[in-house]
């Protein structure tokens, strides 16, 4: 598919969109009051580009094989009946997600082992080999039958990179993904979005060959037709990533989208520096979906249930994702029951809570509205307070910095600004501030690039203001904004956090440092993944080490180690380790030595079980060198557990 006349025809349609119904005004109204549609400017959004946007919040639900096997990334050489859910509850994760917000769903129908959770006619590495109701089950359609009956939207993720399958890397694969994909997107309802993964080529079992397989990913899959196919099937679902697609990767998964993000990219493959905060007045609408997981790992595991994010950090992931123009796609991981985690149901709640709370009231409703331009009655500054997407405040076309002012109600006391384009027209807004005239005086509460679909900004506290203003610094166009709304935010209800529901999981609270190859270990054990141990790497003779004296002799069965889960090419994992175990700290013996699996692209939690349990009260770690060559050597975490998991 030519990209070129795919951009040509989105602008077409959106242009003619713009100057009719989406504008919000009829022909015979702009005529009688003289105005006319502004003109648009630069890429614009498709017609299922603008009805992602309007999206905000949707879940992830990383469920499959790698639940049951404690990893991130199968080999595939799993076997099928090792996938068992004992309470598979598709209304209970729907109904987690639905508590939080969330407008959809998407779910990993295949994962990179292969493995697949429909009952396809593709291949016998299938949800009909394993012991889930008897081979009779269907995790695709079962989930998706319980995301509408709750109201909400269905996804899925196919993932394009199969270690499984013997002839990947031909010709003949993709003849397979296809017709998996046209499974999928014929025989489950209406999709909103298909999530294509970018890992694809490397290591893996390939059907008993067990080596690495490299592609030239663009070439070997031919993008386009492959979007091409999707969009032919579900015209309403937005893909996913590759160039070509509706919507890209925010370029982390740390849930935060750059500050700002534009929603246009340039026209060419997509660039991680790019990537993040997109390019003012780039060639394509290409907008960022953020996501990120509720935990360290996609996948669901017992060691990692201290890990679950706060309300609170879901609330400032929802300020650095949604808040910058962005939808929030929030992965949350089944356990091996097939529910959401206890833990992760309460906190999901809180979260929504909070975010319903705060946004359930526009406190500026109510308000006067006046600016210093106008571009007509159709177009007046009160369309900015009226509740609707589909009109908007603007001025004639030569006034591209003007001012807009509302006049509040007393006692106006609010610390969330949310602000909205127009996006059929464009992003016309380059730069901008927001004042408040407080006590009499004018202060001005923040400057910032890029409106888009939406920009929400939190103060540091409450205020209570007399009049507040947008005031237009910079942009290449007249502005069309349909939204200037303020809120009194309300703090998630705190939610204790818990150790693990696996009794094997040791708590890491009495462990302290004792000795380290380099200051600031002691974040090895805060529970925190987004907090990084880093240290020159290690060279011949000079390896690292971490020692931790355990507080109290314990029955060792092995430890964990969890990477950083940043993309940072400058700070990488351990390739490999040797653990050794101490009852005095001065007389060690051996306890387990070898490599972490995949742990350099994978960047997910290792378990290392020893071959037996060690009765022991410290633990030491040396790490020899980087998974790959980089500098420094980074690591989040480390942790233990006893007995057999």
């Known amino acids: 598919m030519d990209l070129s006349r795919r951009h040509f025809l989105a602008r077409t349609a959106i242009a003619g969109a713009a100057a009719g119904t989406l504008s919000g005004v009829s022909g015979e109204a702009l005529a009688a009051d003289g105005a006319t549609t502004p003109a648009p400017w630069g890429a614009r959004p498709s017609p299922r580009q603008l009805k992602w946007h309007a999206r905000g919040m949707y879940s992830f639900v990383h469920f499959a094989m790698n639940t049951f096997t404690d990893k991130e990334w199968g080999y595939g050489d799993e076997k099928p009946e090792w996938f068992n859910p004992t309470d598979f509850d598709p209304d209970q994760i729907v109904a987690a997600a639905k508590s939080a917000g969330m407008s959809g769903i998407i779910l990993t129908a295949k994962h990179h082992d292969g493995f697949c959770l429909w009952q396809t006619e593709t291949t016998e590495h299938s949800i009909r080999n394993s012991p889930y109701k008897q081979g009779k089950g269907d995790i695709v359609g079962e989930l998706g039958e319980a995301v509408r009956r709750a109201g909400l939207d269905y996804g899925l993720y196919l993932s394009p990179w199969d270690r499984n399958r013997a002839d990947y890397g031909t010709p003949a694969y993709i003849t397979y993904y296809r017709a998996q994909l046209t499974e999928l997107c014929t025989r489950y309802g209406k999709l909103f979005e298909v999530w294509f993964d970018g890992a694809n080529g490397g290591d893996g079992y390939y059907g008993g060959a067990r080596e690495k397989r490299h592609i030239d990913a663009p070439k070997y899959y031919n993008w386009p037709s492959i979007v091409e196919l999707v969009h032919k099937l579900q015209p309403d679902a937005c893909t996913f990533d590759p160039l070509g697609a509706d919507i890209r990767w925010v370029g982390n998964e740390d849930g935060v989208a750059g500050d700002p993000c534009w929603p246009t990219m340039p026209n060419a493959l997509y660039d991680q520096a790019v990537g993040n905060s997109g390019l003012r007045g780039g060639e394509l609408w290409w907008p960022a979906e953020t996501d990120v997981s509720i935990r360290p790992g996609w996948f669901y595991h017992a060691d990692e249930d201290s890990k679950v994010k706060s309300p609170e950090r879901l609330v400032r992931l ?9 939808n929030l796609n929030l992965n949350l991981p089944p356990d091996r029951r097939g529910r959401i985690a206890d833990q992760d149901a309460k906190i999901l709640k809180s979260f929504g809570d909070a975010i319903r709370a705060s946004f359930a009231r526009d406190l500026a409703r109510g308000a006067v509205a006046h ?3 106008e571009r007509g009655a159709a177009f007046a500054a009160s369309r900015v307070l009226d509740g609707r997407a589909d009109t908007y405040w603007s001025t004639p076309d030569a006034d591209h910095t003007p001012t807009l002012t509302l006049d509040l109600a ?11 384009e127009f996006l059929a027209l464009g992003v016309r807004v380059t730069r901008f501030a927001v004042e408040a005239e407080v006590d009499g005086t004018w202060q ?7 409106i888009g679909a939406q920009r929400i900004i939190r103060l540091p506290a409450k205020i209570t203001a007399r009049r507040v203003r947008l005031v237009v610094l910079e942009a290449p166009a007249c502005p069309a904004i349909t939204e200037f709304a303020l ?6 209800v705190p939610v204790p956090a818990i150790v693990s529901s696996d009794p094997t999981v040791l708590d890491t609270k009495g462990w302290t440092i004792v000795a380290a190859s380099a200051p600031g270990a002691e974040v090895l054990l805060d529970n925190d993944a987004a907090t990084i141990w880093r240290q020159p790497a290690p060279s011949a003779g000079k390896p690292a080490f971490v020692t931790l004296d355990m507080g109290k002799t314990l029955d060792l069965a092995g430890f964990s180690l969890t990477p950083g889960r940043q993309l940072d090419t400058s ?11 101490s009852l005095d700290g001065e007389s060690w013996s051996a306890a387990a030595e070898g490599e972490f699996s995949n742990i350099a692209y994978a960047l997910s939690t290792q378990r290392i079980a020893f071959g037996k349990t060690l009765a022991a009260r410290y633990l030491r770690l040396t790490f020899a060198e980087t998974a790959v060559d980089a500098p420094r050597l980074a690591i989040a975490g480390v942790g233990g557990f006893s007995g057999k998991r």
Do not use: M
């Open 444 to 450: 001005r509460l923040a400057e910032k690039e890029c």
């Open 371 to 373: 600016a210093s331009a």
């Open 571 to 581: 700070a990488v994992p351990p390739k490999g380790y040797r653990a050794e175990v």
């Open 318 to 326: 929802y300020d650095e994702s949604v808040g910058r123009g962005t």
């Open 410 to 420: 007393p006692g106006t006391r609010f610390d969330l600004i949310r602000l909205k």
């Open 487 to 492: 809120f009194a935010s309300v703090a998630p």
